[in-house]
Each structure stands twice: as structure tokens, then as C-alpha cells.
């Protein structure tokens, strides 16, 4: 968004195409780190993004779209969506983030949306008095166990790694505190059971144990969403797009900023300042390029 806002500054004719609005910002819990905000949630903090956008009334916005391939076509660039549409232009800016990463496990497709959810901030609320897990190791599952402590009943957290040694340390001894909350280490989770929705869990050590659940949240990291781009850019190997210092992919014409970079540190203030960047890089190509 931020990229938009800067490329109508600049007079381009700027289209943005998107499944949802604010990405991997807007289900933050706290946000305690983005400039000129004490604290806020994200989805506030994403809906703050959406109304600036739209003060600009020459910005075109495509909701409820996710874009499938992008193509080259003499001097232009065809974006096309999985509901059938095709638009046209002379650049692209590629600001497609992550997607959440998948456990692969017996049980986890069909229990989703039934149970088994990778979204803490969007669904923690219709676990209300129940018994759920978190499956993860990093500050994304700290982040929805301690959500899920102002609602739930009671709290697996499981990891298969030890002692939360690479996230927030103040989160982490908060869970630990928390009655609510049990943490196992070392384990995998190898099978997610139910009826018509989630009714347990079973995880492996030296032993196999069963939880009752009705709720398994997943959050073991994401990926760059960077599939419909297969033989068409360059990617590295975590899959993000190759970029330059100036936003410039390996297509001439085609720009990228934010989580689905190989640029480090995916932060939502780093993310806004290299959509900025990138705009500004397109309007440079813009204003050389022959028409």
C-alpha cells in the first residue's frame, strides 16, 4: 500500500490487485514497533493503511482477486487472476508477502476450518472455553498462545525445538507463568483426529500421546507466496524473489519490496519503506523508458 501511495504521488496509473488488504500486518496481535504507535493491533494498524489509501481516488483497487501468472508481451505485462481476469501494464511492483507453512500431517487439510487454523487473531475468539494447542517455536506461536490465554480453557503449546531460544524473551515468560498454558519440547505433532470437527491431537517423543482438543493452531513460520512466479523470475532458494538494491527483479519492467524479497528482516516498517523505495525505483524506469 505503501507503494501505491507513492506511484500516484508520482502521477503512474497504479492498479493494485489483492486477496486481502494489509497481508501478514494485519493479523498481528500488538504491534509495539511500527513508528508513531505506542501500541496497536494490527488489523487497526492495517485498516490505518487502507484509509490513507484511499484518499487517493486515482488508485484502482481489485479485491478478493489472488494474482496466477504473470506474463511478458512485447513492450508490456499481463497479470493474470484465478478468477479469469487480465489486466494490463507497463511495469509490475510484486508485493505478494507469505503464505502460512503447512505441518503435512494425517488430519491437518481436512480439519481446516473445521479445528485447525493458522491464524490466531482471526479465529482464537471461536475457541471461547475450550481446550486448543499450538504448534510452533518461534514468536508467531508465543504470539497466539498468549491470545488464546485471555480465552481458552487451556493451552498444549508444543514445539519441536527447545526453550524458545530465538524469540521474544518478555513474551516467553509470560506464557510460562500463565496456569493456562503447558509446554512440551522435543515433539512432533503426527496426526490431527475429529468427526465432523477437531476432537484430538497426537504427538511424538520417546512416547506417543494423545491430547482432547477441539482447536489446533499452526504456526510454524510462512513462506514467500511466490508459486504463480515459477520459470518466469528468479528466485532463491527459500523461494523469495531476487531482488537488487534497487527493487529490480530479474525482469527488466518487474519490481519487488517487502516479505517476498530476499531482502532480510521482515519487519511490517522495513516492508513499507521498500514498497516506498520500489515505487520510487518504477517511476525512475518510467520517466527513461521510450514509449
Not at 511500527?34 to 485498516?47: C, D, K, N, V, W
Not at 512485447?74 to 507469505?98: C, D, M, N
Not at 518466469?232 to 531476487?242: A, G, P, R
Amino acid at each position: 500500500m505503501s507503494a501505491a501511495i507513492y506511484s500516484t504521488r508520482k502521477k503512474i496509473k497504479t492498479l493494485i490487485i489483492s486477496k486481502d488488504m494489509g497481508g501478514q500486518a494485519a493479523l498481528s496481535s500488538d504491534v509495539e514497533n511500527y513508528l508513531g504507535f505506542h501500541m496497536i493491533t494490527g488489523a487497526e494498524l492495517a485498516q490505518k493503511f487502507e484509509t490513507h489509501l484511499r484518499d487517493f481516488e486515482d488508485i484502482e483497487l481489485v479485491r478478493g482477486e489472488e494474482v496466477s501468472a504473470i506474463k511478458k508481451k512485447s513492450k508490456k505485462f499481463i497479470v493474470q487472476t484465478l478468477g479469469g481476469k487480465a489486466y494490463e501494464g507497463k511495469t509490475v511492483l510484486i508485493t505478494s508477502g507469505k503464505v502460512p507453512r503447512k505441518l503435512g500431517i494425517p488430519g491437518e487439510e481436512k480439519y481446516r476450518g473445521r479445528g485447525v487454523t493458522y491464524c490466531a487473531t482471526c479465529d482464537a475468539p471461536l475457541f471461547s472455553g475450550k481446550d486448543v494447542a499450538v504448534i510452533g517455536g518461534g514468536n508467531a506461536a508465543l504470539d497466539a498462545a498468549w491470545q488464546l490465554t485471555k480465552i481458552a480453557k487451556s493451552i498444549q503449546l508444543v514445539t519441536n525445538g527447545e526453550h524458545f531460544k530465538k524469540a521474544d524473551q518478555v513474551l516467553f515468560g509470560k506464557i510460562r507463568e500463565s496456569k493456562k498454558v503447558t509446554i512440551y519440547y522435543h515433539v512432533t505433532t503426527s496426526r490431527i483426529d475429529g468427526d465432523a470437527f477437531v476432537q484430538s491431537m497426537e504427538i511424538k517423543n520417546a512416547k506417543t500421546e494423545k491430547f482432547h482438543v477441539q482447536g489446533v493452531f499452526i504456526e510454524i513460520g510462512s513462506i514467500p507466496a511466490t508459486q504463480y512466479l515459477n520459470n518466469f523470475i528468479k528466485l532463491n532458494q527459500w523461494q523469495e524473489i531476487v531482488i537488487n538494491e534497487r527493487n529490480e527483479t530479474s525482469v527488466k519492467g518487474v519490481y519487488a519490496a517487502g516479505d517476498v524479497t530476499s531482502v532480510p528482516e521482515k519487519q511490517v516498517i522495513v516492508a513499507a519503506g521498500e514498497g516506498a523505495k520500489a515505487a520510487l525505483m518504477e517511476f525512475d524506469y518510467l520517466a527513461k523508458r521510450k514509449a
